[in-house]
């Protein structure tokens, strides 16, 4: 046995990782609702991220009012 134990904890580090991977892969619930709240969160990011691009566009104009 030249490599010891490093075998046995090369497994279960994988097993470990797999069942992880497993749980997180399984969504619970009805798939439409799951659609709609997933759906609802990314309306939310992009009103964000829209609300955000103008601000740095009025950010922009003040800068270049200043300037003249």
């Not at 134990?5 to 090369?10: E, G, H, K, V, Y």
């Not at 797999?18 to 990011?45: F, H, T, V, W």
Request: aromatic letters at 0%.
């Amino acid at each position: 046995m030249a490599r010891g134990n490093q075998r046995d904890l090369a497994r279960q580090k994988n097993l470990k990782k797999q069942k992880d991977m497993a749980k997180n892969q399984k969504k619970s619930g009805d798939p439409k609702k799951r659609m709609e709240s997933d759906a609802e969160i990314l309306r939310q990011k992009q009103a964000a991220a829209d609300a955000r691009r103008e601000a740095e566009k009025l950010e922009k104009l003040k800068a270049e009012k200043t300037r003249r």
